[in-house]
Structures are given as structure tokens and as C-alpha cells.
């Protein structure tokens, strides 16, 4: 389906030198409605980097290369109907403030996630801008307060993973409220501007842990996921792990559980049976970041260590596609009214 006004829709991506909005630029390139010019590609900004092409960041993005990018203020993002926003924390609320209701904002930030304002002041450690629809449209409910929407929260990476591999079992009660998710990220999860502790020398051949025991931000965000499922509070513990590959995330997420196998299972296949982007794999198969690379799929095993009492989920994501990008784009489809798959593919780049 495309989009029904004869008016071409105009998109700008600020923060366009960073990898979300690089990303997001790169699905928009494959994205039906851009080449039928239905959605046309606008302005690109950046901070530090304004005043330099999209080629010298992103050299993927051959047909974008020569746009100089632009200062990431509101004279130059006005003017458009879309804006995704790929900036730092913080960023996002002046910028929206300033642009009129009418404009549908993605924003890949964190800055409107939290609908919990002491929980946003205890990890954010700033002033909580309020929340917006959350951009996980697979969560019960999420969906419809989407379609049409003109302010969206894209998730976190991590939440998005984790929250998809635990709320079917969450919202059959099949586990005990008290979750553990040891989650393995690539690198470009952090950002491409430059930090000592991602060197490459420091990352190379190592893993390692760290915002371990409640400390990383995320750790609220799938709390509000998991406890808006349930009804009810879930504690969850979050483990972060920094893996030295430059995409993906791994999540295994265990909860107490007396289901059977053939329970749980049945459970997940149920809830994800009409969700084109989430793959519950067959018995015998697990997830791997190498199969969703480059898509907007999750895939997820799901099994129960009956010695144990556990539920074992592991569920793989591209934490630049479904746990950004993809989303943000999954999310503009929906705002839009066009086809949500639109411009996303399940298929992954292996090897
Ligand atoms: N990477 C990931 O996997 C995920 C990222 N996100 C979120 O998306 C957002 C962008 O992340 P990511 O692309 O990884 O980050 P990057 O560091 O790669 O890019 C940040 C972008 O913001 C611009 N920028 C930096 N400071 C300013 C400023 N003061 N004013 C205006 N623009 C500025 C940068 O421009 P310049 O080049 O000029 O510095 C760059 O374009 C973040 O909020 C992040 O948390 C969300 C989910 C996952
Ligand atoms: C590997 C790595 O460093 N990952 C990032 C999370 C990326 C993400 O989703 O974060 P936002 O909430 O910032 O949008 C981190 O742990 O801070």
C-alpha cells in the first residue's frame, strides 16, 4: 500500500552522521514509498559534524553521499512531516517543543520512554520531558496507539529484546514476577562517537560485563514494559555484556516457571502467531545474531529446564534494525498509515 495524498510526504533524519540515523537512512533508501517518491528524503543534520557530506560518515549510502549535512535546529528540521530524531539523551525534547503537533516525531533517544518520572530522574539523572507511545508495537495494546500517532518513543535496544522475549510468559503467568536477562551487545550499540573503553584494542578479543545489578538505564524501561503486561510490579535483574562484534544482541532471559516445555512453547507461538517481524524458532534450533543482521527480525528459542524450574528464552536482535532503526521506520508506518512492513525485511546478511 502506498500513501494516498498526491503531496510527497518530506522526511529529515537528525543526527544523521550517527549510526541509528545512518540506519535509518539506509532502510528509507529500500523503503517502497521513497522510490515511488510518495516520501521524499529532506534535510540531514548533524552536531559537531554539521557543514560535512553524509559520504564522509556513512560511505554505504552512495545515493545520499553528497548531501552536506545541516545544523540540528528547528529552522532547519521545520518544513518537513516526518523528522526522526538519532541524537543523544537529552536532545529531543526543545526540538519537539518547537515543532508543531502536526509533525510525526520518531525519536530513537531515550528522552520520552519512561512514563515513570522519579524512575527517569534515578537513571537520567535530568529533568523527566514526560513519555510518548512507545515504539514496540508486538507489546499487548502498543499497537493501536501507534497507528497515527505523530510523537513516538522508539525503545531502548536491550528493552526491546528482553521485553519481547519475556512478555508472552509475563501475560500467561506462566513464570514468577522476578526475571534475569544476560544480554551480549555489539558494539555500535554505544554510539560511534569516540570512547576510550571502545577502542578497538580494548574491545578486541575480550568480553566483558558491565552496568551490572540494576545500574544501567534500561533496567526501569523493562520493568514498565514487563509490569504494564503483567498488571502487576515485575523485578527484573539486567545484566549488559559488551561483545566484540560490531552489531547484534543476544538476550537470555530465565524466570522460575513450573510450564512445560510444550506449555511455553504453545504459549509464544500463540502470542507472536501474526507478528510478521518475531519468529519463535522450532524445537532443536536456537537464535544467533548472524541470522537477523541487517533485518527487522527477532527470533527467539524458547525451552524449559525442567531440573532447574526454569523458563530459557534467547532471543537475537539487530540492535541497529529492530532495536532502533527498523523500529523507528516500523513506527513511521504505522503513524503513516502505510504497510508496516513496508521497507523491512525479516531475511538476515549471513555469514
Ligand atoms: N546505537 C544503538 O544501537 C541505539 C541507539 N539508540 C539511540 O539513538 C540515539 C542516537 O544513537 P547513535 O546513532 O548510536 O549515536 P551516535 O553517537 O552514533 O550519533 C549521534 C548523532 O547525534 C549528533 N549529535 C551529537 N551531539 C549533538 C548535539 N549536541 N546536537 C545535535 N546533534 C548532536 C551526532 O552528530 P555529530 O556527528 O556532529 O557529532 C550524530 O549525528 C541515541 O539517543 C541512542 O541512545 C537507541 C537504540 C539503539
Ligand atoms: C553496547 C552499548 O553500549 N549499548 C548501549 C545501549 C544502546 C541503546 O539502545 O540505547 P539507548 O537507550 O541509549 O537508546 C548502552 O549500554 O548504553
Redesign the pocket.
Known amino acids: 500500500m502506498t500513501i494516498s495524498e498526491a503531496v510527497p510526504k518530506r522526511i529529515a533524519v537528525a543526527g544523521a552522521s550517527g549510526y541509528?540515523g545512518g540506519e535509518i537512512l539506509r532502510l528509507l533508501l529500500g523503503h517502497p514509498a521513497v522510490r515511488d517518491g510518495s516520501l521524499v528524503i529532506g534535510s540531514l543534520t548533524a552536531g559537531g559534524n554539521a557543514g560535512s557530506t553524509l559520504g564522509e560518515f556513512h560511505p554505504h549510502l552512495l545515493p545520499l553521499a553528497d548531501r552536506v549535512l545541516g545544523p540540528t535546529t528547528v529552522e532547519e528540521l521545520a518544513g518537513h512531516d516526518v523528522v526522526f530524531l538519532g541524537l543523544p539523551?537529552g536532545k529531543s525534547a526543545e526540538l519537539a517543543l518547537a515543532l508543531p503537533e502536526s509533525v510525526v516525531i520518531i525519536d530513537?533517544?531515550?528522552d520520552f520512554?519512561l512514563t515513570d518520572g522519579a524512575a527517569w530522574e534515578k537513571y537520567y539523572k535530568s529533568p523527566h520531558a514526560g513519555s510518548w507511545p512507545y515504539g514496540l508495537p508486538e507489546l499487548p495494546g502498543l499497537r493501536d496507539r501507534l497507528v497515527g500517532a505523530t510523537r513516538i518513543a522508539?525503545?531502548?535496544?536491550?528493552?526491546?529484546v528482553s521485553s519481547l522475549a519475556l512478555a508472552p510468559a509475563v501475560a500467561a503467568g506462566i513464570i514468577e514476577p522476578r526475571v534475569n536477562i544476560v544480554a551480549v551487545?555489539?558494539?555500535?550499540?554505544?554510539?560511534r562517537a569516540p570512547k576510550a573503553d571502545?577502542l578497538g584494542s580494548e574491545v578486541m578479543g575480550s568480553v566483558r560485563a558491565?552496568?551490572v545489578a540494576g545500574a544501567?538505564?534500561?533496567t526501569p524501561?523493562i520493568v514498565q514494559n514487563l509490569s504494564a503486561v503483567a498488571g502487576s510490579a515485575v523485578a527484573v535483574s539486567f545484566t549488559?555484556v559488551?561483545a566484540p562484534m560490531p552489531r547484534g544482541i543476544l538476550a537470555t532471559c530465565t524466570a522460575i516457571t513450573t510450564a512445560t516445555a510444550e506449555q511455553a512453547v504453545e504459549v509464544y507461538e500463540k502470542a507472536y502467531a501474526a507478528e510478521p517481524f518475531v519468529h519463535v524458532l522450532p524445537a532443536g534450533r536456537l537464535p544467533q545474531t548472524g541470522s537477523v543482521i541487517g533485518s527487522n527480525a527477532v527470533q527467539m528459542s524458547v525451552s524449559v529446564d525442567a531440573d532447574a524450574g526454569l523458563l530459557v528464552v534467547i532471543a537475537a536482535i539487530d540492535?541497529l534494525a529492530k532495536?532502533?532503526a527498523g523500529a523507528a521506520v516500523q513506527s513511521m508506518n504505522l503513524a503513516l498509515g502505510i504497510t508496516e512492513t513496508d521497507g523491512l525485511s525479516t531475511v538476515g546478511v549471513a555469514p
Open positions: 541509528a539523551h530513537c533517544g531515550a520512554r522508539v525503545p531502548g535496544c536491550y528493552p526491546t551487545s555489539g558494539t555500535s550499540g554505544a554510539g571502545l558491565y552496568a544501567h538505564r534500561h524501561e549488559p559488551l540492535n532495536g532502533t
